[in-house]
């Protein structure tokens, strides 16, 4: 057996590579003028979003751009010395279990609760909504005539079986559905509603809002639960089998002689343990302003949550105005849990 | 008598530990630091949770836990034929094709599973291409006949074994190659055709590689969450999921992640028991390949291309014609920075694991003790833990140690450090080590176990101390196993997506986490662009791979 000298080296230089590798610690974080942003949004609007906050303030975004959940328990474990200032996520659920948890800081600012509305934002200023998605039913208009399906409650009549197509139960979209009806109708009563809903699908859920719109298209199932946006981007395509789908596929939105139709928000707060807070407030009261609001709704076609913001987004403002349920938002936060206990146990997957 | 025998549990307790040495020490050392995150989750097994617990028994767990298995078994059955057939194929005969099918059989690896699972899914479905090109043709509409659903536990599983499969024909392929002409000619002499040689002869001495192989995928295949919730199949990890996450209960979550860890611990310890106390050594002379004819020659052929047209071509084509499709989706100039990022973590991680691995399986074959040997089953667990629940378990301690490690130097020092580890690049290094330690753990150790113990003693008889040993003698036998491990570790961070999601720094995004923001999003075509150059990134190392398969058959 030869022993070669090259092994040597090449054992020695595995080891630098890692000496050098265990320092390649994160670029140490300025203290003064920046912003620690974690959000669970991405679009491609953003980065003009965020570039004029920067301009307006001469503060830097430094930002981590991932899942909702994940940050969420990062900002947990990182506690007291954590660097992050604001978290951005989307669903309310998700922000009332982080108030719950004790992350976001309460925040009083004349500004941000005179512009949104309170129904869409936390009452001791925990979390603030900036942008609202509907959740509504799409259907195909050569099969179905849209005041067939004015309620919620309609979708679980038992002549729709075998013709609607959703998402699985466990997705924030369909459990603050489940738990708007809970809140309207009481739990035996969403129960049955849900029972209903799942002995109606066309095929076992699975997929996201825009494969379901997709199948009605092509005739797996005759009825979709979608949030808005996901058709709206599909109606700003120019490719052909989309301006095809806009034509045969159609909206209503639900409840509009009751309650109203369900809406979600995405939004967030200040942290309670922000390193830089006046960069956080201000970040806050700039994503509620004009500019900020247009670009942060627009980002996701959806709409703002700053009454008389203009849309500049010719396809959402085509849908006019609707009623929107009023229920304060935190409340479906509260009963999600209820919500999947359901869907479990009538075997909505 | 009681007292005779705590005496002696005792002083057997005490002879175990002495025994350990220096070498010992720091690998059980290095196997508690991977441990940690692992115990992190295990630990919730001490809290009660109890209405979670009998929610799920009532509703969906027993099916979750059926679906779970039947996709193990699949995707055991999947990786296995695959792997090792074209492995046997590609060593022990020669036909048209033989040398591009050789390495061709590893581009998979380059395939992320959940990036295979998008672009199939596009093009099966109803609304997709081929079924839209078939109610063209046959004028039939949607529900007026059958066609396969792809998002199924079927689905699932094909998905999988085509992404996973290369772990098992890696290794089974070196094991074959390693095989000794004198054992194939006996077994000819005594009579074998050449389906006995490799039934009888080949398979059972290639056994640990095989099993280890599939080992891999298997624990990959528990740990998956990016596929499985694509398609909608709910598995075990589905339950841990919905748990933590829909019904706001990380405890029980925390309790079913240590579930599925104790059925992968039962999984290895069988693969133990398999492996028994075989030590397999021979004369490395090379088998002359046969040379295939006709329609066996084509029947090859066609075998060994399946896998890989199916998990590299078709789906890298279906994302170019995404991609292609989509005018708007582009990367600018923030793929340097994509690329970048992805390269050093990969690279970084990779050397780091093969270290470690090379420690731990080195420290339990020169100990050997038990607390070594046991520690070093413990410390691969890791990579059947489903990536979320890892990272959870990697941040709780992390930000525990680093929140005091702030608070101390703030009240010694009066300086303001932060958090030094959570959220730095070492956080991270750290994660991959923990999840993809099995990777590097697995080959090296099967590579290992190609050296014998003679070879050992011969050397530690010339007066090597053990360190040296490793250095000039195994690591010259065993470069093409930690060649095989660095560039599989490398891959496979490339192509981690959750704890690189919830760990990363600022600023510091990586093609896969750009991938799946797209397609989280339902954007698939825009995701279709950071998948490719993830893909073609992939190639590179794959193809130093390659090349170090192309010379280990050189050389015998």
């Known amino acids: 057996m030869q022993l070669t000298p090259r092994s040597d080296l090449c054992l020695r230089a595995i080891l630098s590579g890692l000496f050098l590798g265990t320092f390649l610690i994160g670029e140490a974080l300025a203290q003064d003028k920046v912003l620690n942003l974690y959000t669970a949004r991405h679009y491609s609007t953003d980065e003009a979003f965020y570039t004029g906050y920067t301009k307006a303030t001469g503060i830097k975004i430094n930002r981590i751009e991932g899942g909702e959940d994940a940050l969420f328990e990062r900002i947990k474990a990182e506690g007291a010395n954590g660097p992050a200032d604001v978290f951005l996520t989307v669903d309310v659920a998700r922000l009332w279990r982080a108030e719950q948890a004790g992350i976001f800081a309460p925040l009083k600012s004349a500004s941000l609760s005179k512009r949104i509305p309170a129904h869409y934002r936390d009452a001791e200023g925990h979390w603030f909504g900036f942008s609202s998605r509907a959740r509504v039913v799409a259907y195909d208009k050569n099969k179905i005539k849209p005041d067939e399906l004015a309620r919620y409650e309609d979708l679980a009549n038992s002549k729709w079986k075998g013709e609607i197509c959703t998402r699985p139960s466990s997705h924030p979209y369909n459990l603050s559905l489940i738990s708007s009806m809970i809140i309207h109708l009481g739990e035996e009563k969403a129960a049955g509603w849900a029972r209903g809903v799942a002995a109606n699908l066309a095929r076992p859920p699975r997929g996201g809002d825009t494969d379901q719109l997709r199948a009605v298209d092509v005739g797996e199932c005759a009825i979709a639960i979608s949030n808005h946006y996901y058709y709206v981007r599909i109606m700003r395509s120019d490719k052909p089998e989309d301006r095809s789908l806009v034509e045969k596929v159609k909206l209503v939105w639900p409840n509009q002689g009751d309650r109203g139709t369900h809406v979600n928000i995405s939004g967030g707060g200040m942290l309670q343990n922000a390193p830089n807070r006046d960069a956080a407030v201000k970040f806050l009261e700039y994503l509620a302003s004009d500019t900020a609001q247009t670009y942060f709704a627009n980002g996701n076609n959806e709409w703002p949550t700053v009454p008389g913001v203009k849309l500049a987004n010719p396809q959402l403002e085509s849908f006019g105005k609707f009623k929107t349920d009023s229920i304060p938002l935190a409340e479906l936060g509260k009963t999600q849990a209820a919500a999947q206990r359901i869907a479990d146990q009538v075997g909505w997957k | ?556």
């Open chain 2, 1 to 556: 008598m009681t007292g005779a025998i705590a005496l002696r549990a005792r002083i057997s307790a005490a002879h175990i530990f002495t025994r350990l040495g220096w070498l010992g020490w720091v690998s059980i050392a290095t196997a508690a630091l991977v441990l940690a995150p692992i115990v992190a989750v295990v630990s919730n097994v001490f809290q009660s949770s109890e209405t979670t617990w009998s929610h799920l028994v009532s509703t969906v767990l027993p099916d979750y836990i059926w679906n779970t298995l039947l996709l193990v078994l699949l995707v055991a059955a999947g990786v296995a034929f695959f792997g090792v057939l074209s492995a046997w194929l590609v060593t022990a005969y020669s036909f048209p094709g033989q040398r591009l099918l050789e390495w061709a059989l590893v581009l998979p690896l380059a395939m992320p599973a959940y990036v295979m699972a998008y672009a199939y899914t596009d093009w099966l479905q109803a609304a997709g291409p081929v079924q839209t090109a078939l109610r063209e043709i046959t004028g039939l509409r949607v529900r007026e006949y059958w066609f396969p659903e792809i998002r199924s536990l079927p689905g699932a599983a094909a998905m999988l074994s085509f992404a996973l499969y290369p772990y098992v024909y890696l290794l089974s392929r070196t094991a074959f190659l390693d095989q000794s002409r004198t054992t194939m000619e006996a077994a000819r002499l005594a009579g074998y055709g050449s389906w006995g040689r490799f039934w009888h002869v080949a398979l059972p001495l290639a056994r640990t590689a095989i099993v280890a192989g599939t080992a891999l995928a298997l624990m990959e295949t528990l740990a998956d969450f990016g596929t499985v919730s694509y398609f909608a199949v709910n598995t075990f990890t589905t339950g841990i999921y919905r748990a933590w996450l829909s019904l706001g209960d990380p405890v029980a979550a925390g309790q079913l992640a240590t579930c599925l860890l104790v059925f992968v611990l039962v999984m290895l310890f069988v693969e133990r028991l398999h492996r028994g106390r075989a030590l397999y050594a021979g004369k490395r002379t090379p088998m002359p390949p046969q040379s295939l004819r006709g329609w066996r020659a084509l029947a090859a052929c066609a075998f060994c291309a399946t896998p890989v047209v199916f998990g590299f071509l078709l789906p890298a084509g279906i994302l170019l014609a995404l991609a292609a499709n989509e005018p708007e989706a582009r990367l600018g100039p923030r793929v340097y920075s994509l690329v970048t990022n992805t390269f050093t973590l990969a690279g970084v991680a990779a050397v780091a694991a093969v270290l470690v691995a090379l420690l731990l399986a080195y420290a339990a074959r020169s100990v050997k003790s038990p607390v070594v040997e046991g520690a070093n089953r413990l410390a691969v667990l890791g990579y059947a833990l489903p990536g979320a629940v890892l990272a959870v378990g990697i941040l709780l301690p992390l930000g525990k140690i680093d929140n005091a490690i702030a608070t101390w130097m703030h009240t010694q020092f009066g300086v303001k450090t932060g958090l030094l580890l959570t959220g730095s690049m070492t956080g991270l290094i750290y994660a991959y080590l923990v999840r993809f330690l099995a990777v590097g753990f697995q080959t090296v150790e099967a590579g290992l176990s190609r050296v014998t113990t003679s070879m050992d003693d011969a050397a530690r008889s010339l007066g090597l101390s053990p360190a040296r040993t490793l250095a000039r003698v195994h690591v010259p036998i065993m470069s093409g196993s930690i060649a095989t491990a660095a560039l599989l570790v490398f891959v496979d961070v490339m192509k981690e997506l959750p704890a690189t999601f919830a760990m990363r720094p600022f600023n510091f995004d990586t093609l896969a986490v750009e991938a799946y923001n797209l397609a989280k999003d339902e954007r698939i075509a825009e995701a279709a662009i950071p998948s490719l150059v993830m893909i073609g990134i992939a190639l590179l190392p794959l193809i130093l791979l390659l090349r170090q398969i192309a010379c280990s058959r050189l050389n015998k």
